[in-house]
C-alpha cells in the first residue's frame, strides 16, 4: 500500500475513535444519565490530566525502548477495551475513574500519531511540509465522519458511541502493527538529566517575561478551547425540551450540524499562512480570541428558528478561525522564538498549558458555574447566560492580550517559516 495513503488511514482513525463520543458525551451524560454539571466539568478534565502526564512519558519510552507504530496500537487496543467498560457504569465517580484510565492510553496517542508520520515520511524521501497537511486534514475528516455516526445511528444519547469508538480503536490499534517501522532513535543523551529526560528544562522560558506572557495566556484560552465540545450538543438537544423545537432539524441532527465546525476548521487550515504573513503572530492570536467571543456569543443567542439557526452555523464557521488560529499561530511563535535545543520541550509546554493544565481549568471552573449559578431547580440549564458569560470570559482575555502582549512583526521570517 501506498506510504501516503497508509498515513492517511492512521490520521484518518486516529480522530474517528475520539470523534465518536466527544460531542456527543454530553447528551449521553445530562439527558440520559441526569448527572451533575459539576461532575461533568470533571469528567473532561482528564483530558488535560493525561495531556500533562502521558505524552512526555510516551515519548521517552518510544525514544528509547520501543518501536514507536508498536507502543501506538497497543495504546489503542488498550484505549478500545477501557471503552467497553463505560455503558455499565451507574456512578459519575467511576465513570471519571475509568474515563481517566481511557484518556491515559489515548492522549499521547494524538502526539506519537505526528511521530510517526514525520518519521516514515521522512524516511521515504517525502517533503514533510508539503505532504503532512494534506493526510492531517483527513484526520478531522475521521472525527466528522465519527460524528455522523453517532448521530445518524440515533447513539448520540446512548452508550453505544463508545462501542463504536472501542471497535475502531481495535481496528486501528491491529492496523498500526502494519505500519514500518519506527524503532527508537534514542535522541535523548543517555547522561542527560531527570529534568531534560521529562522535557522540564523548557520550564526556564517562564524567566523571560514575554514568553511567561505567552504561557499565561495560552492557558487562559486553553480553559475555552474545550467548552462547546464539552456543552454544545448538550445545548442544542436542550431545543427539544420545548414541543414545537422536538422534531427540527436542529435537535434531531444536532451533531451533524455542530460537525459545521470541524469542516471550518480543515478551511481556515489554508488561511493561516496568509494571515501570518500580512498581520504577525499578534493579530492572528487577537483575532482567535475575539473569534471565541463571538463562537460563544453566537450560540447565545441562537436557536431553531431561521435567525437563531443560522447564528448557530455562523458560530460553527467561526470556530475553525478561533480554534486554528490560536494553536497554530502559538505554535509557530514557540518556533520561532525559542532556541532550537529546548524547542520541542518548548512546544510540549505550550500543548501542556493548552491542552493539560488550561483544559482542567476550564472543565472545572465550568462545570463549578453552570451547577452553581446557571442550573435551575428542575435541572434545565440557563443556556443564554451560560454563553454570554464564556463570551465575556474571552472578551477579557482578549483586551488583556491586546493590551499586555507585545510582538514584532516580521514579515519576511514567517513567510520562511509558513513554506
Wanted: aromatic content about 16%; glycine content about 8%; some cysteine.
Amino acid at each position: 500500500m501506498n506510504i501516503k495513503l497508509k498515513l492517511t488511514i492512521l490520521s484518518f482513525l486516529q480522530f474517528f475513535v475520539w470523534g465518536a463520543w466527544l460531542i456527543t458525551i454530553g447528551v449521553y451524560w445530562f439527558g440520559t444519565k441526569n448527572w451533575s454539571g459539576e461532575d461533568f466539568g470533571k469528567v473532561f478534565a482528564t483530558l488535560g490530566i493525561a495531556s500533562i502526564i502521558m505524552p512526555a512519558l510516551t515519548g521517552i519510552i518510544a525514544d528509547r525502548w520501543i518501536n514507536a507504530e508498536k507502543l501506538y496500537g497497543i495504546l489503542h487496543i488498550f484505549y478500545g477495551i477501557t471503552l467497553l467498560f463505560l455503558p455499565n457504569i451507574t456512578t459519575p465517580d467511576n465513570f471519571f475513574v475509568v474515563m481517566l484510565i481511557a484518556m491515559v492510553f489515548y492522549m499521547p496517542t494524538i502526539s506519537l500519531s505526528n511521530s510517526i508520520a514525520f518519521y516514515i515520511l521522512k524516511n521515504n524521501n517525502y517533503d514533510v511540509v508539503k505532504v503532512f497537511p494534506p493526510i492531517r486534514v483527513w484526520g478531522t475528516i475521521g472525527f466528522i465522519i465519527a460524528m455522523w455516526i453517532t448521530n445518524l445511528t440515533g447513539n448520540k444519547a446512548s452508550g453505544n458511541q463508545f462501542y463504536i469508538a472501542a471497535v475502531i480503536a481495535f481496528v486501528l490499534g491491529i492496523y498500526s502493527f502494519t505500519l514500518p517501522k519506527c524503532p527508537p532513535q534514542n535522541l535523548i543523551p543517555k547522561d542527560a538529566s531527570l529534568t531534560e529526560k521529562l522535557g522540564l528544562n523548557a520550564f526556564a522560558l517562564f524567566k523571560d517575561y514575554k514568553m511567561a506572557l505567552f504561557f499565561l495566556f495560552s492557558l487562559f484560552l486553553g480553559g475555552a478551547l474545550q467548552l462547546t465540545n464539552m456543552y454544545g450538543d448538550t445545548f442544542l438537544s436542550d431545543f427539544g425540551k420545548i414541543p414545537q423545537f422536538a422534531d427540527s432539524f436542529l435537535v434531531k441532527r444536532s451533531t451533524i450540524i455542530l460537525s459545521i465546525s470541524q469542516i471550518s476548521e480543515t478551511l481556515f487550515i489554508l488561511a493561516i499562512p496568509f494571515f501570518l504573513i500580512k498581520f504577525g503572530i499578534k493579530k492572528v492570536m487577537l483575532i482567535s480570541m475575539l473569534a471565541w467571543v463571538l463562537r460563544f456569543g453566537f450560540f447565545a443567542y441562537g436557536g431553531p428558528e431561521n435567525g437563531g439557526l443560522f447564528l448557530i452555523i455562523l458560530s460553527c464557521v467561526v470556530y475553525g478561525m478561533a480554534f486554528d488560529f490560536f494553536n497554530i499561530s502559538g505554535s509557530l511563535f514557540v518556533e520561532t522564538t525559542t532556541d532550537y535545543k529546548i524547542r520541542s520541550s518548548a512546544q510540549g509546554l505550550f500543548m501542556m498549558m493548552t491542552n493539560g493544565f488550561g483544559a482542567i481549568m476550564g472543565s472545572l471552573l465550568s462545570g463549578y458555574l453552570i451547577t452553581e449559578y446557571f442550573t435551575l431547580p428542575n435541572g434545565d440549564k440557563m443556556w443564554h447566560e451560560i454563553w454570554l458569560t464564556f463570551a465575556g470570559y474571552a472578551l477579557v482575555i482578549a483586551v488583556l492580550f491586546a493590551i499586555m502582549f507585545k510582538h514584532k512583526h516580521n514579515p519576511d521570517l514567517m513567510e520562511e517559516v509558513t513554506h
